[in-house]
Structure formats: structure tokens, C-alpha cells
């Protein structure tokens, strides 16, 4: 069981910054891939950016060049830092772990972060 709580949302003008931050309670080392996804009203679930434990990282195109997602073993954190944040960033943000078993993949989520951008 992987339990996940995000943290650093909040409202921010355009063009301004925020940093997300997401904890998990078991080693960070042992989850297969973390990740950030955003939902935004009456949309589905999309993912911004996601990083494996081999260092490797993708990005939703929209994020490309403005966000960063990075991992901390040390603190069991991945963190999205958002930089020249636009009204269409405007989402409900959720932190990610996909976990590998014998038996397969399991998906683990937290609860979410506001993250609203107006001016």
C-alpha cells in the first residue's frame, strides 16, 4: 500500500510560479514511475509529466518547457515545479505511483491539489 499526499497549490497569476509537492509513505526507490496528472473542470484525467526510478522523464507537450519534475530519494518526494503558469493550467493536480508486483502494476493516488491561475 502506497499512500500519497500532495502539497503547494494555491492561486498564482499568469505568468507566475508554484511548486507541487508530493510525499509517499514507502521508499520512492521501490515505486516503478511517479507522476503528476491534472484535471480540470469537466475534463478527464490527463497527465503533465512523470519520471521512473531510472531517472527517466516525460512531458505532456502543454508542459514542455515550463514545468519540471524531479525526485528526492532522500525525502520520498516528487515535486513539479510550474513556471510561467497560464490560465489553462487551472486544474485539480494529482500525484501518481505505479507500483510493479509479481502479479502486475498497481496505480496509487493522492488526493489532490488546487492549482488556480487568474488574474
Known amino acids: 500500500q502506497v499512500q500519497l499526499v500532495e502539497s503547494g497549490g494555491g492561486l498564482v497569476q499568469p505568468g507566475g510560479s508554484l511548486r507541487l509537492s508530493c510525499a509517499s509513505s514507502?521508499?520512492?526507490?521501490?515505486?516503478?514511475?511517479l507522476g503528476w496528472y491534472r484535471q480540470g473542470p469537466g475534463n478527464v484525467r490527463r497527465p503533465v509529466a512523470t519520471i521512473r526510478n531510472t531517472g527517466g522523464t516525460d512531458y505532456a507537450k502543454s508542459a514542455e518547457g515550463r514545468f519540471t519534475i524531479t525526485s528526492d530519494n532522500a525525502k520520498n518526494t516528487v515535486n513539479l515545479q510550474m513556471n510561467s503558469l497560464k490560465p489553462e493550467d487551472t486544474a485539480v493536480y494529482f500525484c501518481?505511483?505505479?507500483?510493479?508486483?509479481?502479479?502486475?502494476?498497481?496505480?496509487?493516488w493522492g488526493q489532490g491539489t488546487q492549482v488556480t491561475v487568474s488574474s
Open positions: 514507502v521508499d520512492i526507490k521501490s515505486i516503478y514511475q
Open positions: 501518481n505511483a505505479e507500483v510493479n508486483y509479481a502479479g502486475g502494476i498497481k496505480s496509487y
